[in-house]
């Protein structure tokens, strides 16, 4: 004996209503699921076996995109690049000065290349060497400490320019997790770098102005490689501080699925 079930008109309306409620919940959360991913990424996946060669692809790839800033992400434009701050303190050798930057304008850094990149991606550990032909800067300074065991104190305007540099930055990161997402963020920035020329311009505004300020420009270029050198270690370290603050402006806004496929 079979049972017939009876639909009245307003039962099949609830059961419409249902099923398309249904399709429409399944589509939302398919959609939630995914994260489209934007233009200026190119994905890379943990099992490859050309994941650094893949690596450094992504990153230059980016360089086109973050010339003028990824507002989404919080980076800021990167040509040029514009540093409120930033301090250098160098304690040995024949140079032992602290130097104050200030309003720093920095042009031709997005000119970059990643030359090879080598990648732990299970510990968040990369390393990139890159290279930049030209940097130019300007900006505001105060220095004050000795040159050669002679007392230096001196504020004004700056201008540098550094030609064929190289560069080898290390990166530890580890995965955190903020709001059931999972990113990477680093921790520690390691960097060294080296140049093949370099020129410096000051405009001094306590020593008597341009008088002594010549005099202080002649001696920064004829020692500049002896300069460059002696101020690597200071130089490098304000430089990855300012390069952890950018790339975790970056990281922090993309999950690791969107760029790191399993």
């Known amino acids: ?115 090879d990149v080598r990648a732990d991606i299970n510990k968040y550990r990369i390393d990139v060497s890159l290279t930049v032909p030209r940097v130019e800067t300007r900006g505001k300074y105060e220095v004050i400490g000795r040159v050669l065991l002679l007392p230096v104190q001196s504020s004004g305007e700056f201008w540098t320019e550094f030609l064929n540099i190289s560069a080898i930055g290390k990166l530890y990161g580890r995965e955190i997790e903020r709001n059931g997402e999972k990113y990477m963020q680093i921790d520690k920035v390691f960097l060294d770098f080296n140049m093949k020329n370099a020129r410096f311009k000051v405009k001094d505004n306590i020593n008597n102005g341009n008088v002594l300020g010549e005099a202080i420009n002649q001696f920064l270029n004829t020692n500049a490689q002896e300069l460059v050198q002696e101020m690597r270690p200071a130089a490098s370290q304000s430089i990855g501080k300012l390069a952890k603050q950018l790339l975790n402006a970056g990281f922090n806004h993309i999950p690791l699925r969107v760029w790191l496929l399993d």
């Not at 959360?29 to 934007?38: F, K, L, N």
């Open 1 to 115: 004996m079979q049972c017939k079930i009876r639909y009245t008109t307003d039962t099949l309306i609830i059961y419409r209503l249902f099923k398309i409620l249904f399709f429409v919940l399944i589509a939302i959360a398919h959609t939630h699921g995914e994260q489209q991913t934007p233009e200026y990424i190119l994905p890379c996946s943990r099992s490859d076996p050309e994941l650094n060669n893949c690596i450094k692809n992504s990153f230059n790839h980016l360089r086109t995109y973050i010339v003028h800033g990824l507002k989404d992400l919080d980076v800021p434009p990167l040509d040029p690049l514009h540093i409120k701050e930033m301090a250098m303190e160098n304690n040995a050798g024949a140079v032992q000065v602290k130097a104050l930057f200030t309003d720093i304008i920095v042009k031709g850094v997005s000119n970059y290349t990643i030359k």
